[in-house]
């Protein structure tokens, strides 16, 4: 078991962390329960924050929501991922899109009732990731308003960092949002199985 497993799982929530460098760190932390992000902040030696700056952006937004969506239990069981984090702060349009399209599938398969609005918002989150993953073909158009703001910011060089940082972000979040509401009970495991694909594909 490695070190950060070793922390992660001893009892209590003052022990969580006695096996990592920088424990007193978290011993002066205000909010109970750190979030995984917040242990990848530390092992990357930057300020104590969980917004790091070696993890990518959209993948920041996914760890944040399962973190919020997640019981306690839960949101202890994702911090042996921390390292995994770790240096996945690339920039391209593939990245984002890769994680929106798989948060949004994950989202409209879960078991429970989502709403019309809440399908069609996640479709074209979708329809924006997939024209993006397919180079932007001629036939296709990207979902929503992105089919107005995509041409206007590629003019501007600005397009890749405003999907990557600010669009993509928030189409993952809801995507998360839904699948935990939707989730029939077993939203801790199917979070952390998401957070782990997300992992996977960057």
């Known amino acids: 078991m490695s070190r950060v497993e070793a922390g992660a799982t001893l009892s209590g929530p003052g022990n ?10 978290y011993a002066r932390a205000e909010r109970p329960e750190p ?38 239990a839960g949101r202890r069981a994702l911090l042996p991922l921390a390292p995994s ?9 593939d ?16 078991p429970g009732e989502i709403s019309r609005d809440e399908r069609s918002r996640l479709g074209r989150a979708q329809q924006t990731a997939g024209y ?15 089919r107005w703001w995509l041409p206007v910011f590629d003019r501007l060089r600005i397009s890749e960092p405003v999907y990557r940082n600010f669009v993509a972000t928030e189409h993952a979040a809801e995507a998360v949002a839904v699948t935990a509401r939707a989730s029939d009970g077993d939203s801790d495991i199917r979070l952390r199985q998401l957070l782990k694909q997300c992992l996977a594909t960057v």
Do not use: M
């Open 16 to 25: 969580q962390f006695a096996d990592l460098p920088g424990k007193a760190h």
């Open 35 to 72: 979030c995984v992000l917040e242990l990848v902040s530390k092992l990357a030696r930057e300020p104590w924050t969980d917004h790091p700056s070696c993890v990518h952006p959209t993948l920041g937004s996914i760890a944040r929501a399962v973190h919020d969506y997640s019981s306690r």
């Open 95 to 110: 990245v984002s899109a890769r994680l929106v399209a798989l948060c949004v599938s994950t989202a409209l398969t879960s």
């Open 132 to 146: 993006l993953l397919a180079s932007r073909p001629a036939d296709q158009q990207p979902g929503g308003i992105a």
């Open 85 to 93: 984090f770790l240096g996945t702060a690339q920039p391209g349009f």
